[in-house]
């Protein structure tokens, strides 16, 4: 079985950061890249930022120079540091990887749980 936890989420006022956290866990073979969506009240789930597995990012537009998501691939973990919050950050976040299992050929996609993100004042 594998898992992906999210962590990190809370209130923040407008300007304010936080940094999430995403640690897969379980039967794992290879994690190849990781990313971060987020999904407003009443919105679709949008990417916001995703890392290959050599370390090669890309951001949505909207989080362009706020915005960093890294890995520590000897923990199996992805980070999303967020700078500058916004009201409109304001989320769910998720993150996604597609995931090899140990013993298999078989690549799944998974998702975390999601955590909370509020950016008010």
């Known amino acids: 079985q594998v898992q992906l936890v999210e962590s990190g989420g809370g209130l923040v006022q407008p300007g304010g950061s936080l940094r999430l956290s995403c640690a897969a866990s379980g039967s794992i073979g290879s994690i190849y890249a990781m990313r971060w969506y987020r999904q407003a009240p009443g919105q679709q789930r949008e990417l916001v930022a995703h890392?290959?597995?050599?370390?090669?990012?890309n951001y949505a537009d909207s989080v362009k120079g706020r915005f960093t998501i890294s890995r520590d691939n000897a923990k199996n973990t992805v980070y999303l540091q967020m700078n500058s919050l916004k009201p409109e950050d304001t989320a769910v976040y998720y993150c996604?990887?597609?995931?090899?299992?140990?013993?298999?050929?078989?690549?799944?996609?998974?998702w975390g749980q999601g955590t909370q993100v509020t950016v008010s004042s």
């Open positions: 890392i290959s597995s050599d370390g090669i990012t």
């Open positions: 996604n990887a597609p995931i090899r299992r140990s013993g298999t050929f078989k690549i799944d996609a998974y």
